[in-house]
């Protein structure tokens, strides 16, 4: 690997980055709501984990950009 490689890699995974960075854990990203409902729980979320970060170890983000 040359310097040109090197420059080129790091580049796009600072990209790549950036984009990840902007990905909002939240419930509103969640691939597991539907209809404000969260279908592993059968619940609905709180207020504060629809728009704001969350720590849940079942959250799903189905990667699609838009």
């Known amino acids: 690997m040359n310097l ?14 950036t984009q990840l960075d902007k990905i909002q854990v939240n419930c509103q990203t969640c691939t597991k709501l539907q209809s404000g409902v969260c279908q592993e729980f059968t619940a ?3 207020k ?17 950009p838009f």
Not at 4 to 17: M, V
């Open 4 to 17: 040109i490689e090197l420059n080129a890699i790091k580049t796009h995974l600072k990209q790549q980055l």
């Open 48 to 64: 504060e984990w629809l728009t704001g970060m969350v720590d849940c170890n079942v959250w799903e983000w189905d990667s699609i």
């Open 44 to 46: 609905k979320p709180p």
